[in-house]
């Protein structure tokens, strides 16, 4: 793999945060699974999976400041989704459910919105444009931004029976993957080999700030 897509990947204690958020969510949804009614849709089922796999990746994430990720809370149509934001990297990364016997999610409008700038950020960090695109090179595929404000889209995928979580970033058009690993055994790290921060300088970190209130709450019990 070229080593500069190596630099847009997640660094392993995001991979470790994000996969534990997941595996919370589905022992939860397990546990919660036992006491649902047997309906003739089971349309609940699915989707409580999800908002549970997102509360706990939410979570895991909230709990690390450190790590300077930071969450958004988006809406395609009637689905509600949440966008994790690498802010040192301007690396966006979703959290999909693969289905099952598939290698590649289906095309969708806010999938290919964090794709489409991804071979133009690339190409913006030295691959070559033969390297991305072969023979069929654009004349122009995105509007050049420059590095640090081109963003570029990771999918994290887990599947909705078994451990198994991938992570890739796909081409624009969507019909393959720039690359595809699998991260599973991310979550059996141990901590002491992760590597803090990323080499990121301290005061790039945003402390949380003391509000008004918490402040005049300590002036008057002292």
């Known amino acids: 793999m070229n080593p500069i897509i190596k630099d847009c990947m997640l660094t392993d204690e995001q991979r470790k945060l994000i996969i534990q958020g997941i595996k919370q969510g ?27 796999v997102n ?13 300077q990720l930071k969450i958004y809370y988006k809406k395609a149509g009637f689905h509600p989704y949440i966008v994790i934001h690498d802010s040192i990297r301007n690396i966006f990364i979703l959290l999909s459910k693969l289905p099952k016997n598939k290698s590649i999610l289906n095309p969708s409008g806010y999938r290919g919105e964090f794709a489409s700038g991804n071979l133009t950020r690339l190409a913006e960090m030295g691959i070559s444009k033969n390297e991305l695109y072969g023979d069929e090179i654009p004349y122009q595929d995105s509007l050049n931004l420059g ?4 963003p570029f889209g990771i999918i994290v995928c887990y599947d909705g029976s078994s451990d198994i979580v991938f992570e890739g970033a796909l081409r624009p058009e969507q019909d393959d993957w720039i690359y595809k690993v699998d991260i599973t055994n991310y979550i059996n790290m141990d901590n002491n080999r ?10 790039d970190i945003e402390l949380p700030l003391k509000t008004q209130e918490e ?8």
């Open 26 to 52: 589905k022992e939860e949804f397990q546990t919660i699974n036992f006491s649902l009614p047997d309906t003739v849709t089971k349309k609940h089922k699915p989707f409580l999976q999800s908002d549970l």
């Open 147 to 150: 590095i640090d404000n081109q």
């Open 55 to 67: 509360t706990h990746v939410t979570k895991a994430i909230e709990n690390n400041p450190h790590t």
């Open 215 to 222: 402040i005049v709450v300590k002036l008057k019990k002292s």
């Open 194 to 203: 992760l590597i803090p921060l990323n080499s990121y300088n301290i005061s």
